[in-house]
């Protein structure tokens, strides 16, 4: 029988790393994927996600049409930052239908980058209204998606009715420089913040 | 459960599980295996093929077992500042 192969003894009482988390949200096909594997440092990685206890409150059949989906994919990413700290990016689908993982995802996060399309800004409430309740900081980031905006900013804040001192930018997912701009602008906002680090959050209705 | 185990949440081998991981069976088997160095339990459920409930349920397993160690995301709130800006400065980096 093989003896198994042991960790350097020290690597046990060494300490562990500080996972850090930073959750993108957006709606299918809105460009949460490639922004994360923009930036990730391993091949983005898709885990399945099971509905959990707090899914079946909200089983109710009539205004979950395709409930027999029961698990949903979970696309995310890492970055290493220095010899401690491992940043892990988390993309969650950002319709109220989802809403059931929002509280797993943002339990422990630095903050949320919100990822929109401007033609359809609808898939994002949800996301923003969740993140303006429970207090986790986060940031708006518009995809331009041919290099042009197709709506003022101003109309964008006015239309998603964020306040006024949540950040929000323009931004490329395929351009690896851009997203780290709009995590950058994310951790900003996390350090004028009282509750930096997400807590887990009771929210009625979710 | 008492404490749930976040998806980012780094969990590795002890001396222990390696001893006893030929023991084990299956997936909890695999799981041990896998934890030779800090891992995400996001990155174990990518591994094992397990969705992250269940994979959440077996390292809790372990975890009571002793034979995995863990380490969550709470950050002392004096550190979380001092965090956020190590961060910063990794992005800016490579950035």
Redesign the interface.
């Known amino acids: ?1 093989d003896l ?4 350097d ?1 020290a ?2 009482s060494a300490r ?6 930073i959750v993108i949200a957006g709606g299918f096909g809105v460009g949460k994927t490639t922004a994360v594997s923009q930036v990730s440092e391993v091949p983005v ?6 509905m ?1 206890e707090a899914a079946a409150a909200l089983d109710r059949a009539e205004e979950v049409p395709d409930k027999t989906t029961t ?1 949903v994919a ?1 696309d ?1 990413g ?2 290493t ?2 010899d401690e ?4 990016l ?1 993309g969650t689908p950002g319709q109220d239908r989802f809403g059931f993982m929002w509280r ?2 943002t ?2 996060a ?1 903050g949320a980058l919100v990822i929109v399309d401007a033609r359809r800004l609808d898939d994002c409430y949800p996301a923003v209204d969740y993140f303006e309740r429970t207090g986790i900081p986060f940031g708006v980031a518009v995809n331009l998606f041919d290099g042009m905006l197709t709506h003022d900013l101003d109309d964008v804040r006015w239309a998603l009715a964020v306040s006024d001192d949540t950040p929000l930018i323009t931004f490329d997912a395929r351009d690896r ?1 851009s997203v ?2 709009a ?2 602008v994310v ?2 906002r ?2 004028t913040m009282p509750r ?2 997400g807590l ?1 959050v009771d929210v009625a209705g979710l | 459960m008492g404490v ?1 185990l ?5 969990v ?4 222990d599980g ?2 006893g ?2 023991r084990l069976h299956y997936e909890h088997r695999d799981i041990v295996e896998f934890c ?3 891992v ?1 339990i ?2 174990i ?2 591994h094992v093929g397990l ?5 959440r349920v077996l390292v809790a397993d372990l975890i009571a077992l002793k034979f995995l ?1 863990t ?5 002392p709130e004096d550190r ?2 001092q ?6 400065r ?3 980096a ?2």
């Open positions: 029988m198994p192969q042991f960790a003894p690597a046990e562990p790393p500080v996972p850090v988390k990685l898709t885990t399945e996600a099971p959990t698990t979970l995310f890492r970055i930052i220095d700290i491992k940043l892990y988390f797993d995802l339990e422990g630095l420089g780290l701009d995590l950058l951790l900003r996390s350090l930096r680090v887990p | 749930t976040n998806m980012a949440a780094q590795m081998a002890t001396r390696l001893l991981a030929s030779r160095e800090w995400a996001a990155e459920s990518v969705h992250l409930g269940v994979t160690t380490r969550g995301l709470d950050l979380q500042t965090i956020i800006e190590r961060v910063i990794g992005l800016t490579i950035r």
